[in-house]
């Protein structure tokens, strides 16, 4: 269970199943120009021997940008997981699943990178990331 301090309050994350590996491609819910992102690292993931790393909605990870812009492409760069395909449970019993992988680019303080998210993101990383929530247009 990962812990974030957000305005002073400590916010204790919910399980969430860990579905999209490390050297997944996942695409951009932003404008920033980027297209596709292909994940390098999950920040703060603590795993098991042998075991590939693997991130969730709402989790701080290391992209670079596998398609887009010739200024964007080959740089490790931070984003945020926003959406994934696989079900995620939430504690009244309720499933909620996505058409796709998707993330949003990221500056290294938090803020994003473009204007504007593309489709829906999830609750869980909305509650965590409140820029990100500020200029998403549907929250499921």
């Avoid at 957000?6 to 980027?34: E, F, H, W, Y």
């Amino acid at each position: 269970m990962g812990r974030r301090i957000l305005s002073g309050v400590l916010v204790r994350r919910q399980k969430i199943t860990r579905a999209v590996p490390v050297g997944s491609i996942v695409n951009c819910a932003d404008n920033s120009g980027a297209k596709k992102l292909k994940i390098i690292q999950v920040v703060g993931y603590k795993g098991r021997l042998k075991r590939r790393p693997a991130a969730c909605v709402g989790d701080h990870i290391k992209v670079s940008v596998y398609s887009g812009p010739y200024r964007l492409r080959k740089q490790v760069l931070d984003a945020v997981l926003v959406r994934q395909k696989f079900p995620i449970r939430r504690p009244d019993g309720t499933r909620v699943m996505f058409e796709d992988n998707a993330a949003v680019l990221i500056t290294p303080e938090g803020n994003p990178m473009g204007t504007e998210i593309k489709g829906p993101i999830a609750k869980e990383a909305a509650d965590l990331w409140s820029r990100i929530a500020s200029m998403a247009t549907l929250i499921i």
